[in-house]
C-alpha cells in the first residue's frame, strides 16, 4: 500500500489531470499528493473538478482505486480500536427502500461478543439513512465525539454515530463536489468514498450489502456486481477481509418504509418476529459477519447463531443498552407506541384484482420522501412520524378495493399525492407472478470467486 | 443559428453536465444557457471544468461546435463594419515559430482595397504572438478602443489590434480556466474559441493558416486537418466563406525568430524580398484573401496581384499608413535599426560536415524564450530585441564549424542554454535529405473537399 506520506516532487495538478485525461494510470503518490493538496486547500475547486470527470470517463485501475481509497482514509483519524480485546466488524449497504437492517446487525452481531463500530450516513433521494431511523428514537444522540463513540463500543460491543469531522475529510469534501459536478456515478469513485470511511472505523472485516433491482442506485446486477467486485479486491488491497453479498432490492425491505415505522419493524424483528424477508437477510448479513469475526467456524452455523440470539432476547438486551448509553429513550422498545406517531392514516386500494407483480421501488422511496419522511436535499429536514406500511409483497393475491398499503400521513395536500404515486407504482397482473427474486443474488468473496 | 436569446426553462448545469458526460448531445439552448451563466458569474467554475472535461473526453457534435462558438461570439460584442463599403476578410494562423504573415498580410490585402479587422493575441510558450511583434515597433500601440480600431480601418483599410474586454469575454473567461484545467487540448474547444474571436471582427470572409509539423500545436496532419475541417464548416454554418491552408510548420518560417528581428524579415518581404518560404506563403494566404474578398476571379490571378503590390511598394506604404495611424515610428521601415537591437551576437557553429535534415521546431521557439524573447505564462514580459537568425534550412548543405545561426542575446547565460538547444535541434546527416515538404500541405474549402 502507499505510504500516507508518499510525496511527488513538483507536484502539479495540471500534470495529473492531463495524466488521467489521456488515460494513463496515476501513481499511488500522485493520488496521495493531490487529494492531500485539496484537502489542504491548495488546489482549487475546479481542477479536482476536471480530474473528477476524467476519472469518471477513463475509469480508475484497481491499483488507483486503493491509492484514492488509502488517501481518503489518511486524510483524517483512523480509529486505532486495538485496545478492544475482540474482533471488529462492521456491514455497509449501498442503500435502499427499507432498507433497516444496520439497527438490527450492529445489537445482535454485538451479542455475539464481536465488536460493531458503525458510522453511518443519512437518507438522500429514495433511500433512507441509518440516523435518521436512530434519531426517531426519543433522545438517541447520533452525534457521539469520537471518545464517546469508543467508550459506548466498549462498554456494550456496538455505538452507532455519523461521520465527524475529523473522519475522511477528503471524502467530505469531494463528495460535496461531486454532487454538483455530474462525478458521483462512478464505482471508482463510489467504492473509494464508502471503503475509505468504512477503514476509518478500525475494523478488522467488513460485510458488503449491494443493493441491485428497481430500489437500488445500481439497477442492474452486472453494475452491482462490479461495484461489490471492486469494493472487495480494494479492501484486500488494504489488508481486510471483506464479502460482498448483492441482494434483492426491487421491491421494499420487509413492509414497513419511514423513520418511526421501521424501527417499529426493527423492534419486531429483534423480538425474533418481523417480515420474512427482513429477518432472512438480517440472519444472512449477521452469519457473514459472525464468520468473518471467527464466533462460528462457517455461515450455516453462524446462521443458527444468529437466530438464537434473536429469539433468547440477547439480541434485544444489547440494542435496550445501546439506546440507554446514546441517551435515547429505552421505553420505545417495550411500548413502541412511544415512538413518533402521524396523525392519519389512509390506505392506498388496488384497483384491479389478481397479484402483485412488482413494484417500481424507488418510487416508493420518494412516495416517503413526498410525505416528508426523506430528503430531496441534504439540508432538509425530515418527519420521523410519516412513512408507508406495506400490505402487499410481489406474489401476493389481491382483490379490487383491498388495500395496497397504508400511508401514515401528517399532511392532507402531501398523502394525495404519495397515494397517487403509490397506486402508479405497485403493480397488478392477471396472472400469478413467476419464480420470486432470490433475496441473496450473488456472494463475492475475492478476485473473481462468487459463489 | 442559434438565437442568442434561446432559453432552457428551468436551466442547471448540473444537467448539461450529465448529458455531456453520457455521451449526448446538447441542444444549442443549453450551450446557449451554460455559457451566458457561466459570463454573468451564475455558475461556478468547478461546474465548468467539469463540462469542458467531458466535453474534452466525449467530443462535440458539428452542431454543438457551432453552437458553443455563437454562444461565446454573442456574449460579447460583435463589430458592425456595415458602414465601410467593401468585403471584410482576415486571416487566423494557429501559431508557429517565425511565423509573421500576419504583418504582412494586413497591409498587403488592404493594399487590394479589401477591410483586414485583425484582432490577434500574444506570444505564449514556444509561438510568438503578432501583438509582441508589433509592439517592437517603437510607439505602436496595439491596444486600441474599439472605437479608434474602426476609425483606423476606416482611413488605411486595415488594422491591428489585441482582444479587448468587449470582444468574445466568455472566450477569455473559458480559456483562463481550460488553461489550468487540462482541457485546452480539444479541437472542439480550440475551434470554438479561434472561431468565436474571428467572428467578432464582423468579417465575411477567413483564411485560416493551420499549421502542422515539429513546431505546431497539431504535430500531425490528421490532427490540422480535422481541426481544419471543423473551423471552415463551424464559419459556414455561421454563414462565412472559410477556407483553411494546411501550412508546414516543421521548420521555422523564414530565417528570423523574435520580434524585433521578425519584424525586419517583414520589412523584406514588404519591399519584395526576403526568404522564399516566408514570401511564397504571404502570397498564397494573400491570394486567397484576394479570392474570398472579390479582389480577383481565382487564386493564381490574386497571386499575380500579390506579387505587383509587393513589388510596387504599394503593401509597404500601406503598412507605413497603418503604423503611423497606430502611433508608431514609420521611420524603422527605411531604416530597421531603429528596432531593438540585441546588444550581443553569438554563432551557433555546426559540430559536424553533412546537409540540415530537420529541426525540432517547437525547440528553437523555447529557445527564444529562453533568450527572453517569448513567454512561458501570460504575466511574462518579453524583451523585443533578442531572437535567432537561422543561417540554413532544411536540405542545405553545411561544413563543420560554419554557423547553423546566429543568436541576438543580452545575457551570456540565457545565451549559453539557448546555444545548446539549439545545437541539439538542428539535425546534420550525411545524406541530403529526400523531397522537401510542401509548403502547403491541403486546402480545405468545405464539408469533406480538399484538394
Not at 467508550?151 to 460535496?176: F, H, S
Not at 438464537?308 to 432476547?313: N, R
Not at 419464480?435 to 450473488?442: A, C, D, F
Request: proline fraction near 4%.
Amino acid at each position: 500500500m502507499t505510504a500516507p506520506s508518499a510525496t511527488v516532487e513538483n507536484f502539479r495538478a495540471i500534470d495529473v489531470i492531463r495524466k488521467k485525461r489521456d488515460g494513463r494510470e496515476l501513481s499511488s503518490a500522485e493520488i496521495g499528493a493531490l487529494v492531500r493538496a485539496y484537502t489542504d486547500g491548495k488546489v482549487p475547486d475546479y481542477q479536482v473538478a476536471a480530474w473528477l470527470m476524467a476519472a469518471v470517463l477513463r475509469g480508475m485501475s484497481r491499483a488507483e482505486t486503493a491509492a484514492l481509497t488509502d488517501a481518503m482514509l489518511h486524510s483524517g483519524e483512523v480509529l486505532d480500536l486495538s485496545f478492544l480485546p475482540v474482533n471488529k466488524v462492521d456491514k455497509h449497504s449501498t442503500g435502499g427502500v427499507g432498507d433497516k437492517t444496520s439497527l438490527v446487525l450492529a445489537p445482535l452481531v454485538a451479542a455475539a461478543g464481536i465488536a460493531v463500530p458503525m458510522i453511518s450516513g443519512r437518507g438522500l433521494g429514495h433511500t433512507g439513512g441509518t440516523l435518521d431511523k436512530l434519531e426517531s428514537i426519543p433522545g438517541f444522540n447520533v452525534n457521539l465525539p469520537l471518545a464517546k463513540f469508543r467508550r459506548v463500543l466498549e462498554t456494550c460491543g456496538c455505538a452507532m454515530t455519523g461521520q465527524t469531522a475529523e473522519i475522511a475529510p477528503a471524502d467530505r469534501k469531494l463528495y460535496a463536489l461531486r454532487d454538483v459536478t455530474g462525478t458521483v456515478e462512478s464505482p471508482y469513485l463510489i467504492c473509494a468514498s464508502i471503503m475509505s470511511k468504512k477503514m476509518a472505523e478500525g475494523i478488522d472485516s467488513l460485510v458488503l450489502d449491494v443493493k441491485t433491482g428497481s430500489g437500488a442506485f445500481m439497477k442492474t446486477e452486472k453494475d452491482a456486481a462490479f461495484l461489490a467486485q471492486l469494493m472487495v479486491e480494494t479492501g484486500q488491497r488494504m489488508g481486510k477481509n471483506v464479502v460482498a453479498l448483492l441482494t434483492d432490492m426491487d421491491q421494499p425491505l420487509g413492509l414497513m418504509v419511514g423513520n418511526a415505522l421501521e424501527v417499529k419493524e426493527v423492534i419486531d424483528v429483534l423480538r425474533g418476529a418481523g417480515p420474512d424477508d427482513l429477518r432472512d437477510l438480517c440472519i444472512e448479513l449477521a452469519a457473514w459477519m459472525l464468520y468473518l469475526g471467527k464466533a462460528c467456524s462457517g455461515v450455516e452455523e453462524g446462521k443458527q447463531q444468529s437466530l438464537q440470539l434473536l429469539q433468547s432476547g440477547k439480541a434485544l438486551d444489547k440494542f435496550r443498552q445501546m439506546i440507554e448509553l446514546q441517551s435515547g429513550d429505552p421505553r420505545v422498545l417495550d411500548d413502541p407506541r412511544r415512538l413518533p406517531q402521524a396523525n392519519h392514516r389512509v390506505d392506498v386500494k388496488a384497483t384491479s384484482s389478481g397479484y402483485v407483480s412488482s413494484f417500481a421501488c424507488e418510487q416508493v422511496g420518494t412516495a416517503c420522501v413526498i410525505l416528508g419522511g426523506g430528503r430531496e436535499r441534504k439540508e432538509d429536514s425530515v418527519d420521523p412520524a410519516v412513512g408507508i406500511v406495506l400490505q402487499k409483497k410481489v406474489g401476493q393475491p389481491v382483490s379490487a378495493g383491498e388495500p395496497l398499503a397504508t400511508i401514515h400521513y401528517n399532511s392532507e395536500a402531501l398523502a394525495a399525492r404519495a397515494s397517487r404515486l403509490l397506486t402508479e407504482c405497485i403493480v397488478i397482473s392477471a396472472e400469478r407472478p413467476g419464480v420470486n427474486r432470490p433475496l441473496v443474488h450473488q456472494v463475492i468473496r475475492s478476485s473473481g470467486e462468487a459463489n
